[in-house]
């Protein structure tokens, strides 16, 4: 089936605007091969990160998506036409009080510039208050080597 996908690849390609092949949107035309073979019809299943570059979360595309499948999962909305980050509402300050509401609760002190602990939260969710907890506890840490 190795050959059917590397075939189905430059159909997949055209028909997500000849986006081009670099992360992520290579893998998203790889992923959507393979499940075009897989399925054995082509879109029977689009993928989640498909579907986004068909309605333009991926921004503008170097030629026209498929319109057929673009409608299709459009569902009747309209595609992104501006720059895609502009629809995210803003996070930061919501983040900021976040974070300073758990610091106050855990005893954590923020750093005197705090921008720079909320955003080790922002970009280690799951991590980030822990080490804020920790960072001035060395046993906490792995030893240097």
């Not at 992923?31 to 019809?41: I, K, P």
Request: net charge neutral; aromatic share 4%; charged share 25%.
């Amino acid at each position: 089936k190795l050959d059917q996908v590397l075939a189905e690849i430059p159909r997949v390609r055209k028909d997500l605007g000849f986006i081009p092949l670099v992360t992520p949107t290579s893998q998203i035309v790889g992923t959507q091969a393979v499940l075009n073979v897989l399925t054995g019809e082509r879109y029977k299943t689009i993928a989640k990160e498909t579907a986004g570059i068909l309605k333009g979360e991926y921004g503008h595309t170097p030629v026209p998506v498929n319109a057929a499948l673009q409608a299709r999962v459009l569902e009747g909305g309209a595609p992104v036409t501006c720059r895609p980050a502009d629809l995210l509402k803003p996070e930061l300050a919501e983040l900021e009080a976040d974070v300073r509401r758990q610091a106050q609760e855990k005893g954590i002190t923020l750093a005197g510039n705090a921008i720079d602990d909320v955003l080790t939260v922002a970009l280690f969710p799951q991590i980030g208050l822990k080490f804020l907890e920790n960072r001035h506890n060395p046993a906490a840490f792995e030893p240097v080597p």
